[in-house]
């Protein structure tokens, strides 16, 4: 054999040996990709299994939300005999407030229109009390609080709405 021959037998090997090694590098990387991508799938169906409660524990929350701040409910639970006008209307107000501060992180397991939602209800009934209190200046506790738990609230009505919609999209 000549040196010729012997030189292009060592490159073919070489090439081939190489050729081998490329694809055994190639499949290991196929093989950490796939595991990557289980380990992945796993750690979404983990994050769901986590997740999914704790949204509808929030659903749950502003729903309740919802109906502690319904006019009839809320002067139920603020109104007692003998408390002023002003003492009455910052009690409501200061309860609305009160308990959409303590809801406050809910806002993360819900869209953001439902989101909306929960801030225009109560909007709507913040408004709703200081106008009832702004236009009978003469009128005592009782007929505020007769007049108030007679309202009703068109918005914490379209959240409910939302609220439900969402959760049955889940």
């Not at 659903?59 to 002003?86: A, D, N, T």
């Not at 914490?156 to 439900?164: D, L, R, S, T």
């Amino acid at each position: 054999m000549n040196i010729i021959n012997i030189v292009s037998l060592a490159l073919t090997i070489l090439v081939v040996v190489y050729g081998v090694f490329m694809l055994k590098r190639e499949d290991k990387s196929k093989g950490d990709i796939v595991d990557r991508m289980k380990n992945d799938s796993e750690l979404k169906s983990v994050s769901l299994k986590l997740i999914v409660p704790l949204k509808i524990q929030a659903y749950e929350r502003l729903l309740l939300y919802i109906e502690r701040i319904q006019f009839p409910v809320l002067v139920k639970r603020v109104f007692h005999p003998g408390i002023s006008r002003i003492d009455f209307q910052f009690s409501i107000l200061q309860n609305v407030q009160d308990e959409f501060e303590h809801n406050l992180a809910q806002r993360l397991y819900v869209s953001e229109k439902t989101w909306q939602f929960i801030v225009l209800a109560k909007e709507e009934v913040l408004q709703n009390v200081n106008a009832v209190f702004n236009d009978n200046p003469d009128a005592d506790v009782a007929m505020i609080a007769q007049k108030l738990a007679s309202f009703e609230n068109p918005m914490g009505e379209n959240a409910v709405v939302n609220i439900k919609n969402e959760f049955n999209s889940l």
